[in-house]
């Protein structure tokens, strides 16, 4: 009997601790069609692929998860959204502002960049291979295991933008040579 009880607690706690699964609220989802404006809203998990969303509201939306493959971004304000492994390959992006926002494990492949702000964003274990990145602002970026455009994966050890060289040459003018977390870090 108590090994019965015992049981059915343990299972109970495993079902209670998983997390919780992707599902996105179709209200925030018709809101967003209609108005191109749905900040704080969670589309988790959508499928949004192809859907010209170029200048919306999507502050501090949850996008965790969903599909934002070949969508228009293009002035879109995702300042502090949640982008957390969302898949947003050949999307167009120009000139939209992502401040502050999660795209931890997101992939970008071929995303179009351009002019986008991307400052104090985290980046860690983002893919952009293949990204346009023309006038991006990576400013306090956070690149932690980042593939970049040209392929390069970063350092596991974090260090923004503004650190990164390429040559020894680049390492030697700028003192980075023995600096941890750089790409000049000889270790």
């Known amino acids: 009997m108590k090994l019965k009880i015992v049981a059915s607690?343990?299972?109970?706690?495993?079902?209670?601790?998983?997390?919780?699964?992707?599902?996105?609220n179709q209200q925030d989802l018709e809101q967003l069609q209609a108005t191109g404006a749905c900040p704080r809203c969670d589309l988790s998990g959508a499928d949004l692929t192809q859907i010209n969303l170029g200048g919306a509201n999507l502050r501090e939306a949850n996008l965790k998860g969903a599909i934002l493959s070949q969508v228009n971004l293009a002035k879109a304000d995702l300042t502090g959204a949640n982008l957390e492994?969302?898949?947003?390959?050949?999307?167009?992006?120009t000139g939209a502002t992502l401040t502050g926002a999660n795209l931890k494990s997101a992939s970008m492949e071929n995303a179009d960049l351009s002019f986008?702000?991307?400052?104090?964003?985290?980046?860690?274990a983002a893919n952009l291979q293949g990204a346009k990145l023309q006038f991006?602002?990576?400013?306090g970026a956070h690149f932690r295991l980042?593939?970049?455009?040209?392929?390069?994966?970063?350092?596991?050890?974090?260090?923004?933008?503004?650190?990164?060289r390429t040559t020894v040459r680049e390492c030697n003018r700028f003192r980075t040579a023995n600096v941890p977390g750089t790409t000049c870090y000889n270790q």
């Open 85 to 93: 492994a969302a898949v947003l390959n050949s999307a167009n992006l």
């Open 116 to 124: 986008a702000g991307l400052i104090s964003t985290n980046l860690e």
């Open 146 to 164: 980042t593939t970049l455009a040209n392929g390069v994966v970063t350092s596991d050890k974090a260090y923004d933008w503004s650190l990164e």
């Open 136 to 139: 991006t602002n990576f400013r």
């Open 9 to 24: 607690v343990a299972l109970l706690a495993c079902i209670g601790l998983t997390e919780p699964s992707l599902a996105f």
